[in-house]
């Protein structure tokens, strides 16, 4: 599998929600009921934290 180019990254980044903190991140997973599928991260483009599968 090729890696993804700038512009395929950027993408996935700006269609992911944006939390300010990992805690904002995790509370809203709780909130959706899926803390136990999602992982927080932090983005290395927009400095934000995003949810990812487990």
């Known amino acids: 599998m ?3 180019t ?3 990254k ?3 980044c700006t269609s ?3 939390y300010r903190s990992q805690g904002d991140a995790l ?3 709780l909130l ?3 803390e136990r599928q ?3 991260y932090l983005c290395p483009l ?3 934290w995003h949810l990812t599968s487990a």
Do not use: L, M, N
């Open 32 to 34: 959706a009921g899926t």
């Open 38 to 40: 999602r992982k927080a």
């Open 16 to 18: 992911k929600r944006r």
């Open 2 to 4: 090729k890696k993804p």
């Open 27 to 29: 509370d809203a997973a």
């Open 46 to 48: 927009c400095q934000h």
């Open 10 to 12: 950027k993408r996935q």
């Open 6 to 8: 700038a512009g395929e």
